[in-house]
Structures are given as structure tokens and as C-alpha cells.
């Protein structure tokens, strides 16, 4: 006898798979997002210190944070952008657009504007819930004993 579930071919396991899938993605984006918050602040740091960096390795730098932003375009693309968010999706659009820009960026150069870029790519990746994963609200009756403690509370 079959049930609706065998039917539909829908049930624990695909919805399983389906939870398996998002945490691998996210995983995945927050691991970009990290690696081109890495590079900029490599950069950075280089910079401010006159380290001189291999130029595979500002190649490397520039190859993270074009990572990142390509794979959270593909999402801005497919949602309707509005807000900070629409804001955002307009500054890496078309050939004066952030990613348009960075592929055509001297490879030896780190652009003023990458700082803001990263931070777009930061805050785009949170907007879209991949760097909220495993979060919870805490709710002022649901404090953690760490959180307690650093703030004095505990007791």
C-alpha cells in the first residue's frame, strides 16, 4: 500500500536532504565571505605595514573577494532588491558596478573602494541569513550564563 509520502516521493528524507543541502551551501558562502574578509584585511595590513606580497598572492586576495561576491550576486539577481539591500545590488551592477570593476582591477592594485566592497559582501551574505545560521535570539529570560557573567549578571 502506498502512503501520500511514497507517492510524492516528499517526506523525512528529501526533507532531510533539502536541510543537508542549505547547511552545506551556507557553509560554503559563510566560507567565502570569510576568505574575502581575509584578503582585505591581508591587504590591508601589507599595505599599512609596506610588506611587500607575491603577486600570486594579490591575485589570490582579489580571486576570494570576486568568490564571494559572485556567488551572493547570483541570489541578489534572483530577489526582488529594495532598501539597503537594492542599494547594494545597483553598486555591483553593470561595468561601473564592484565586481565588474575588480575583474578589471590591476592585479597589483588594492582600490580604495574594496573596503566598502567587502562590507557589502558581508553585510549582503548576513541580509540573506547564510552568516545568521545557528543563531538564536536571546531574549532577556533566555540570556546564556556566558553572556550573564560578562555582563555582570550572573548571580
Same mark, same amino acid.
Given at each position: =500500500?502506498?502512503? @501520500?509520502?511514497?507517492?510524492? *516521493? +516528499? *517526506? ?8 543537508? @543541502?542549505? !547547511? ?6 559563510? /566560507? ?11 591587504? =590591508? ?5 609596506? #610588506? %611587500?606580497? +607575491?603577486?600570486?598572492?594579490? #591575485?589570490?586576495?582579489?580571486? &576570494?573577494?570576486?568568490? &564571494? ?12 532588491? $529594495? ?5 547594494? /545590488?545597483? @553598486? ?12 578589471? $582591477? !590591476? ?10 566592497? #567587502?562590507?557589502?559582501?558581508?553585510? #549582503? /551574505? ?5 552568516? %545568521?545560521?545557528?543563531?538564536? %535570539?536571546?531574549?532577556? !529570560? ?14
Amino acid at each position: =500500500m502506498s502512503t @501520500d509520502t511514497e507517492k510524492t *516521493g +516528499s *517526506g523525512p528524507a528529501e526533507e532531510y536532504e533539502a536541510y543537508s @543541502d542549505y !547547511d552545506l551551501v551556507s557553509r560554503r558562502v559563510t /566560507a567565502a565571505v570569510h576568505s574575502a574578509v581575509e584578503a582585505y584585511s591581508r591587504a =590591508m595590513q601589507d599595505q599599512t605595514s609596506g #610588506v %611587500k606580497v +607575491s603577486t600570486f598572492e594579490r #591575485v589570490r586576495r582579489r580571486a &576570494a573577494i570576486l568568490e &564571494a561576491a559572485t556567488i551572493l550576486r547570483a541570489e541578489l539577481d534572483a530577489i526582488t532588491t $529594495t532598501g539597503r539591500v537594492g542599494e547594494v /545590488a545597483r @553598486d555591483w551592477s553593470g561595468r561601473d558596478g564592484y565586481v565588474e570593476k575588480l575583474r578589471r $582591477t !590591476d592585479r597589483l592594485a588594492r582600490p580604495d573602494w574594496w573596503g566598502e566592497f #567587502v562590507g557589502q559582501i558581508r553585510f #549582503v /551574505a548576513r541580509e540573506l541569513g547564510y552568516l %545568521k545560521t545557528g543563531e538564536t %535570539k536571546q531574549t532577556e !529570560d533566555n540570556e546564556s550564563d556566558a553572556h550573564k557573567l560578562v555582563m555582570g549578571t550572573l548571580g
